[in-house]
Nanobody, 129 residues
Framework: QVPLVESGGGLVQTGGSLRLSCAASERTFSRNTMGWFRQVPGKEREFVAVVSWSTGFAYYAASVKGRFTISRDNAKNTVYLQMNRLKPEDTAVYSC??????????????????????WGQGTQVTVSS
């Protein structure tokens, strides 16, 4: 297992910012790709962003590109999701995911939940209007 622990969720007003953290406790090869997903009740889990642990290369969903930034701190074994200019439609449970596979595989970026083998418990983000 690759325990992942998220933190940093909360309530924020429209236009505000939050930074989510995901602390991973396993060695690097177990989590070559790290991602953030979000889910609201009654809907499928939605891809937000993904980053290569080794290179730092990142890829974003169109709905968050330019507002969210995913990054990693190797020394702290932590991945971050900086969320700026938040909107009510960003309200969801945000979950961190990890996989030993590469961020780009089979001609596409690793963006489907089924492509990740390890998950955190999630943290609630609520954006008020």
């Amino acid at each position: 297992q690759v325990p992942l622990v998220e933190s940093g969720g909360g309530l924020v007003q429209t236009g505000g910012s939050l930074r989510l953290s995901c602390a991973a406790s396993e060695r690097t090869f177990s989590r070559n790709t790290m991602g953030w997903f979000r889910q609201v009740p009654g809907k499928e889990r939605e891809f937000v962003a993904v980053v290569s642990w080794s290179t730092g290369f990142a890829y974003y969903a169109a709905s968050v590109k330019g507002r969210f930034t995913i990054s990693r701190d190797n020394a702290k074994n932590t991945v971050y999701l900086q969320m700026n200019r938040l909107k009510p439609e960003d309200t969801a449970v945000y979950s961190c995911a990890a996989d030993p596979g590469p961020v780009y595989t089979g001609g596409h970026f690793r963006t489907h939940p089924n492509e990740f083998g390890f998950w955190g418990q999630g943290t609630q983000v609520t954006v008020s209007s």
